[in-house]
């Protein structure tokens, strides 16, 4: 997600509409309203509706506008997702004691379903309020492309971790620690939150690939969470998230053009296309006039729509920095063309002992 800076949040209650109006017309760089501790129980069904009314009626001007929905175990949250995701003017959700990496995906997936033809996808923002969720705030902070924010939930994360504190947001006076040479070595306090904050802030900064993926069915679990994967089962939803677009599958009837002229005017301005399958898979009229145009930011292609034939404007946005091109070399490893040579070798043994080979031509693929 893009940098957002703001200098000051303010938090109102869900079901206090003069509250939440007031915070609309505050000099106020970003507000949350607030599904989930400060609305009881009773009310937490008057704070939605509270939150959609306000999300369409009030005028928020340049205000980051976020809802803080109930924990991912509470029976209202699916709800809360799906109402709001329908909400234009909603920038993002807040989701408390985020501790499990497959509950931002779930998230993330549950927004989209619930609005696929948003114009952009509803930034998530964690907070981290419990002592799982500071180990797990790397991972976190990786787990989706929608990922716009960590926060720090002082008051939850010191009971969490049986802090002596009595007052939320400050440390114990009691807890100390051996001071520099300014101090003459002596004892000062220590700040209980110096560390969980840096933590966040590292995990912030930080850049990281995730692994996204569409395929007729989802990969072996054990591969996926070896790869910490998220599979998608709308190609189209995933297309209009992800950073780099890497094509692997072979062509087919049921592949020609998968990437269509609709399906890459969904891909972001700043996406990467690479292509290491084959060229029938993009449409590659429609991939060049993008990237042009400033559409889409580039691609890697090693294989192409017309080869051995390449198209003389790929090869001027080449020349200008915005394309890669490779003469389909992309299996050209040590350990690929040993097996392709073993694989020949294997075909060839099978088929002079009577044996139906392995690797066959098709007709249908012809």
């Known amino acids: 997600m893009s940098a957002r800076p703001t200098r000051t949040y303010l938090a109102v209650p869900g079901h206090r509409p003069r509250m939440v109006a007031g915070a609309a017309r505050s000099p106020a760089d970003a507000v949350f309203i607030d599904l989930e501790d400060a609305v009881p129980p009773a ?3 008057a704070a939605l509706a509270g939150a959609v009314t306000a999300l369409a009626e009030l005028d928020w001007g340049h205000k980051l506008v976020s809802v803080r929905v109930n924990a991912a175990d509470s029976p209202s949250v699916a709800e809360e997702l799906r109402a709001l995701a329908l909400c234009p ?3 993002a959700v807040i989701l408390p004691k985020a501790e499990q990496v497959g509950t931002v995906a779930a998230t993330a997936q549950a927004l989209s379903a619930a609005a696929p033809a948003r114009a ?4 998530i923002e964690l907070l981290i309020e419990t002592a799982r969720g500071l180990v797990n705030v790397e991972a976190l902070a990786a787990a989706h492309p929608d990922v ?15 802090a002596r504190s009595s007052t939320i947001g400050a440390s114990p006076s009691s807890y100390r620690h ?3 040479p300014d101090a003459s070595y002596e004892s000062v306090p220590l700040d209980l939150f110096a560390y969980p904050m840096m933590r966040l802030l590292v995990a912030a900064r930080a850049f990281g690939l995730q692994i996204h993926y569409h395929n007729r069915r989802p990969v072996a679990p054990v591969i996926a969470d070896e790869l910490g994967a998220t599979y998608w089962e709308s190609l189209d939803q995933m297309l209009a998230r992800m950073d780099i ?5 072979p062509h087919t ?5 998968l990437l269509s002229a609709r399906r890459l005017k969904l891909i972001r301005k700043d996406a990467y296309i690479v292509n290491t399958a084959r060229g029938e898979v993009i449409d590659e009229e429609t991939m060049t006039r993008l990237i042009e145009a400033g559409d889409i930011a580039g691609a890697g292609l090693d294989v192409f729509e ?7 404007r790929l090869v001027r946005l080449a020349k200008s920095g915005k394309v890669t091109l490779l003469p389909h070399m992309g299996s050209a490893t040590i350990e690929g063309r040993v097996e392709m040579g073993e694989k020949v070798i294997i075909n060839i043994k099978t088929f002079l002992d009577n044996h139906r080979p392995p690797d066959r031509v098709l007709p249908s693929m012809l």
Do not use: Q, W, Y
């Open 43 to 45: 009310e937490k069904a």
């Open 89 to 91: 003017r909603l920038d």
């Open 120 to 123: 952009r996808p509803v930034a």
């Open 148 to 162: 716009g924010a960590l926060h720090l939930g002082v008051g939850d994360l010191a009971a969490s971790i049986g």
């Open 178 to 180: 051996v001071g520099g």
């Open 245 to 249: 677009i890497s094509v692997n599958c």
């Open 253 to 257: 009837p049921a592949t020609f053009h």
């Open 306 to 312: 017309h080869e051995p034939a390449v198209n003389p």
